[in-house]
Every structure is written in structure tokens, then in C-alpha cells.
């Protein structure tokens, strides 16, 4: 399966089947509208179920912590890099990126079949990252509606990114040294802040308390949602 990169390297295998360039960019119009509603859905959705976790202690908010910490670290090295203050960091972190490939998905007219897939893809992948941010935002002393705020609007950046590549998809050249400067740019400011956020803010936090020497089962716990949020995130690049 190609991913939403390589097709954005490669706009030639998007327009081979079509027949004149108004069918080329309305053979996808509906589903990429409708991915702007479903990824916003799943973003929204999971980013929000997280602000209940608010214990800095508990067991399950630490596996959480340290599940988001195996997505964001996997987000940088698996999504952003290779392409390419901890809550307002990783905010701006993730929404650069969620704005590049909302634009990428925008701006495929032709292939049904992948922008199907990449709208169930980034819906699932979307609301991973906030199901992490979520988990960074509970901890904070911000007031919950601040919380919800920075949810839904990070919640809205790729359905934003979509409707911009609907808008400049009859334009848009991916192989322009604006567009690759542009796209190399943002991928490099945001892939480099949740690297940051995941290695020093999440992983080495939460795995150098004490509590890890003494407590094996709370260890064992930590080590596998750390290395199941990166095997999740590392599948969805497959796709996304």
C-alpha cells in the first residue's frame, strides 16, 4: 500500500485513470469530504475520554502515560522524521503534522479505493495522538475547559488540512521546492518537538520514579504499553 507521502511524491499515479481534469477532482470529493467529519470524530472522541484521568499515581493513568509515550515517540520517528512547555510543545508538535497530511489526503482526486483507506487509517491514527495529548493535558493545571479548547482544536487541524487540499487540489504541484520546503519544514519542527516530548517529558518521567524498583508488576505494565503505543503507530504508518 502506498503511503500518503509517497503519493504526494508521486502525483502522476494519482491522475493516470482519469479522463479530463473535472472528473479527476470530483471522483473523490465526497469521501474526502467525509473524512474531515470522521477524523475529527475520532480525534475528538478519544482526546476527550482521557481528561478524566487526572492521578499523577494511579496505575491505569500511569499505563496510559506510558502508552502515549510509545505513540508519540513512534509518531516522531516512524510518521514525521524518517519524511522528514510539554502541553503547548506537543500541541504545536501535533498539529503541524496533523495540517501536512490533512492537505495530503485533500488533495488525492482520483484513487477511491486509498482515500477510503486513509480516511479510516487517520481517524484511528488522529485519535491515538489524542488519546496522548489528552493524557499530557490531564496532568496540567489548566482549567478543563482549556483542556477541551486545546482538544478541539487540535481535534480539527487535519479536517482543516483536508479542506485546504480540496481547495488548491486543482493547483497543487507536491514537487514545487515551495511545497517540499513547506511540507520538510513543518515535518522537521514537529517530528523534532515530539521527540522531545516523548523521550524527556513521558518516557524518562514516568519509567525514573521509584516506585518501578520496588513495584515489577507496575514495571512489566509500563514496558508493554510503552512498546504497544509504538507497535500501533509504527502498523498505522503502513497506511498513514
Not at 137 to 151: D, E, G, H, R, Y
Not at 163 to 168: E, L, M, Q, R, S
Request: hydrophobic share 50%.
Amino acid at each position: 500500500m502506498r503511503s500518503l507521502y509517497a503519493l504526494a511524491l508521486d502525483p502522476a499515479a494519482d491522475h493516470a485513470a482519469a479522463g479530463s481534469d473535472g472528473e479527476i477532482h470530483s471522483s473523490t470529493l465526497d469521501l474526502r469530504i467525509a473524512s474531515i467529519f470522521v477524523i475529527l470524530f475520532g480525534a475528538s472522541v478519544f482526546g476527550l475520554l482521557t481528561l478524566r484521568f487526572k492521578s499523577a499515581d494511579a496505575v491505569f493513568p500511569r499505563l496510559l502515560r506510558a502508552f502515549s509515550g510509545g505513540i508519540i515517540l513512534a509518531l516522531a520517528l516512524v510518521h514525521i522524521i524518517p519524511e522528514c512547555v510539554t502541553a503547548y510543545t506537543m500541541e504545536l508538535g501535533c498539529i503541524f503534522h496533523s495540517v501536512i497530511i490533512g492537505v495530503g489526503v485533500g488533495v488525492v482526486t482520483q484513487d477511491r479505493q486509498l482515500v477510503t483507506t486513509l480516511m479510516i487509517a487517520l481517524a484511528i491514527h488522529q485519535g491515538l495522538e489524542a488519546l496522548a495529548l489528552g493524557s499530557v493535558l490531564a496532568l496540567t493545571s489548566f482549567s478543563l475547559p482549556k483542556k477541551v479548547v486545546m482538544l478541539l482544536l487540535y481535534s480539527m487541524t487535519t479536517p482543516i488540512g483536508i479542506a485546504v487540499g480540496i481547495a488548491i487540489s486543482s493547483s497543487y504541484d507536491p514537487e514545487s521546492t515551495t511545497s517540499r520546503a513547506v511540507q520538510g519544514t513543518l515535518n522537521g519542527v514537529s517530528g523534532g518537538m515530539l521527540l522531545y516530548i516523548a523521550m524527556f517529558q513521558l518516557i524518562a518521567e514516568e519509567f525514573s520514579r521509584e516506585d518501578m524498583l520496588v513495584r515489577p508488576g507496575l514495571r512489566l505494565g509500563m514496558y508493554g504499553a510503552l512498546c504497544a503505543g509504538a507497535a500501533v503507530m509504527c502498523i498505522l504508518g503502513i497506511w498513514s
